[in-house]
């Protein structure tokens, strides 16, 4: 159903089409019908001109493509609406390019019966900007013990079953998870990192000796992964990885995916853009968790983003408030703020040629929406969720200027190409760059 | 109803204890049930005490709680005119494995002619069975098996649908830790029945399709067809997040109502074991159908079931060679 304020139909015409989900990458026109597509293609408009009626966006050669899925945020609503809430993280997401996003169930309440799930779409909503989504916590209040109402939340739009930041450490817990998510053909997510190795506060190695910071070895993050590939082996169950950070981690799933496993992963762009080096004077804005690793784990994890064996890469939103980051590296909060950052970053893989533009925009649009159990394409009769952006456009970060409540980003002042013109959701736009020039 | 055998020379039960169903021929388990329909046909208030059994002793010996097994086979072995005596034993208050055969020894001495056997370990029937000089029946032992309760499941089934080749039936539930269900597996598949199993993932044991059985996660899918959905009780500390997050969800998903049972059969039968958890398992009206539900004749049936175990292994001299009931 078109929220108010739909515009009947609208043509973008003069853009690069870019499909990730058919390969299609040509100049073209796309139509969209209320919050419809209704035609595309690299003839549309060639011999009759767009209905009369219809709105024209020029986009003037920049790429129009499918929506980015985003499959990792923190909405911090309910609970800590101070760092963000749904409307400011769906303001965030807009003006990032992204117009659907999946919530971590680490609110307070955690995210663990059906009224949470309803919670979050009500209030998605009521700000009719993004597509809000969310998972369900894998295990009651996130303790790791007994297991969710799986069948229940599936059912109420559940995305897929996570602990969010807390990795099942009991073997047990996890093997019954995927056992049973297997009558739900559900997914399972999974940030991997053994607990009882990961007390730490970065990554173990030279830098956190000579900072006297506490390590977690990159060992944590294969140990746990590789125990839960064999328990997806046992069982059948479909599982992903979140936030691959080490070489080894890459070389675990790679393994996986040749022998057959329903297993799929995802990274951060932190990880392939930073090492450990950002944590250089203490700086509490790159302690994230898996932590920012060697430049030999941040090559692999890029390499793996080019070759697909990294199938999806999320913004890791984590906003955090100046309170939580003004702190002792130790003590400080983890995470970083992402949305706005996502396809800006991500396009340093296309520009230092490591990939093509549409092997990239497979990762950040049509492999999470597969992952999740959705749809994304240019083709008719599907949402009218796009992005227009220039690929090619240079500025330079500035988290001042994010719509997010929290500006804590490691890439203050890091220089980036490809900017987002327009933003639309269900066929109406929710985010232009001119617009929002202009206001700010 | 008629039980031909092979040859006159052989006996139609050859067998000194029954602790399972799995190694029992067709023939054997057709005999057993034809000998109960025999009992089941016969008005106890008509033909009071037998004397077939008499001057016998039945010891109920019972590591685990029970009270309708127990008082089922305590009233079969009083009806054959047998002397029965309840032993109950507080399992967790002993330590098992030497207690066990102590306590083999010690009744033994008294010089019992059988003894109905339940505990909470499987196998352990069997390893007391080797210690004793007497027959002995197993009344449940752990996941393993609990042959009466298939041999009185089979009865009822028989005596509603007329046979037992060629039916379909779904066995849903907490597979895993069920006894019932695999005796009832083994009997219904050696008499030529199709049998399905229906649980969450968590609750079906692994490489359960090697029993000759077909596995199904979804009630809609595996009672499609069917002649008989049997249902399994759930034990509550198993519904809390660690086999099945909750109990709303597994009656949501995994109960037996009226919208699932549509799937099966129009004529479609369900039965139960008990003790049934009603809302859990299955939905309380459905419980009550006197239509569709077996679970009255169950209980009915399995007085007879056990008064055919008794007389088949305590008067091997008293067999018919053929039964008509």
Redesign the interface.
Known sequence: MPVAGTPKRVAYLNARLLDPATGLDAPGALLTEEAVIADVGPRLFNDAPPPPDAQIVDCAGACLAPGLVDMRVQLREPGQEHKETIASASRAAAAGGITSMVGLPNTDPVVDDVSGIEFVARRAREEKLVKVYSYAALTRRLEGQEITEIGLLHEYGARGFTDGLKPVGNAQVMRRALSYATAFDTVILQHPQEPTLSQGVMNGGELATRLGLAGIPPLAEVILLERDLRLVEMTGGRYHASLISTAESVEAIRRAKARGLPVTCDTAPHYFTLNENAVGDYRTFAKVMPPLRSESDRAAIAEAVADGTIDAICSDHAPQDQDAKRLPFAVAEWGMAGLETLLPLSLALVHQGRMSLLELLKRLTVSPATILQGRSALAPGLPADLVIFDPDRVWVIDPDRFLSKSKNSAFDNHPVQGQVLRTVVDGRSIFTLAEAEEAG | MTAQHPSREVSPFPHRHLLGIEGLSREEIAFLLDLADFYAAQDPREHRLSSLLSGYTVINLFFENSTRTRTSFELAARRLGAEAINMSVASSSIKKGETLIDTATTLTAMRPDLLVVRHPDSGAVSLLSEKVDCSVINGGDGSHEHPTQALLDALSIRRRKGRLAGLTVAICGDVLHSRVARSNIHLLTTMGAQVRVIA???LLPSKIESLGVKAF??MRAGLAEVDIVMMLRLQNERM???????V??YF??YGLDQEKLAFAKPDALVMHPGPMNRGVEIDSELADDIDRSLIHTQVAMGVAVRMACLHALLRRDQLPREVHA
């Open positions: 969450p993932p968590t996660h979804d809390h997040g660690s086999y099945v997050p909750s709303r969800e949501r998903f």
